[in-house]
């Protein structure tokens, strides 16, 4: 029996088509993901991150008006749905974080794919290049939305630090020692938390922890140094997972 033949793709079943759908929401995505690689390899940092966040609020905005269209449900200008507009501040706070452990998810879902399919280097050395490229996207989009100027010190990074994905669903404690350095500790991690209650020791995260928080932190002043207090396979105290010290050097 030869391939399916099809002239159209009226002439798939139901349930062809329905998987079809799912591929065409990943064919946009690795759409998106193409040029935006594209795109930052062009452009300067700045330039291209007010672009990048141009391109995605006309094309956000297009998408769900399309989806809202067919799936039956209203939008506004933005493509932010009606219902969402609706929400009181704890269900969009929901909504917000339900987001942010998505996005956990789908990145250990990378993670176990590439750590299965080879080892947990090969998956440690994708993770920290990932980390490399987000934490100063990242960086750079919470500079915009809150305003912060080019070289914004240290006061500028205790301001952007909550606004991290991380610091949604993980704890973050910020202190100042007497020498005037920021403190971060990470007393409660999702992913150590879900170890434990597997009964597996921590995550060797360090390696990509040091990436993460020194390139979001130079992202936003190229002043500010980096340094790690601990961060497993370091031991640390019961009190948190990993601590970081962030100075302003002139």
């Excluded at 993670?111 to 994708?126: H, I, S």
């Excluded at 971060?184 to 995550?203: E, F, M, N, T």
Aim: with cysteine; aromatic share 12%.
């Amino acid at each position: 029996m030869g391939p399916q033949r099809i002239d159209r793709i009226e002439d798939l079943s139901q349930e062809e088509l329905a998987d079809f759908l799912m591929e065409m929401f990943h064919r946009c995505w690795m759409h998106y993901g193409l040029w935006f690689h594209a795109a930052q390899a062009q452009m300067e940092p700045d330039r291209f991150a007010e672009a990048e966040r141009r391109v995605f609020r006309d094309s956000f905005a297009l998408t769900m008006k399309r989806l809202g269209k067919v799936f039956g449900f209203a939008v506004d200008g933005r493509g932010l749905p009606l219902r969402a507009k609706a929400m009181e501040k704890t269900e969009l706070t929901q909504a917000v974080k339900a987001l942010a452990a998505n996005w956990y998810g789908s990145d250990g879902v990378w993670f176990q794919g590439l750590e299965g399919l080879y080892d947990m280097d090969t998956a440690k050395r994708a993770n920290d290049s990932v980390w490399a490229r987000f934490s100063p996207y990242e960086a750079e989009q919470i500079r915009l939305r809150l305003g912060l100027p080019p070289a914004c010190g240290l006061q500028g990074l205790r301001a952007a630090l909550p606004l991290r994905t991380s610091a949604l669903l993980n704890s973050f404690v910020y202190e100042w020692d007497q020498e005037g350095a920021l403190l971060l500790k990470v007393p409660s991690c999702r992913v150590q938390k879900a170890r434990a209650r597997r009964g597996l020791p921590d995550y060797p995260c360090k390696s990509a922890g040091k990436v993460e928080h020194q390139f979001f932190a130079r992202a936003l002043d190229r002043r500010i140094h980096t340094e790690c207090l601990g961060c497993p396979p370091d031991k640390h105290p019961p009190e948190w997972y990993c601590s970081w010290r962030f100075t302003l050097q002139e």
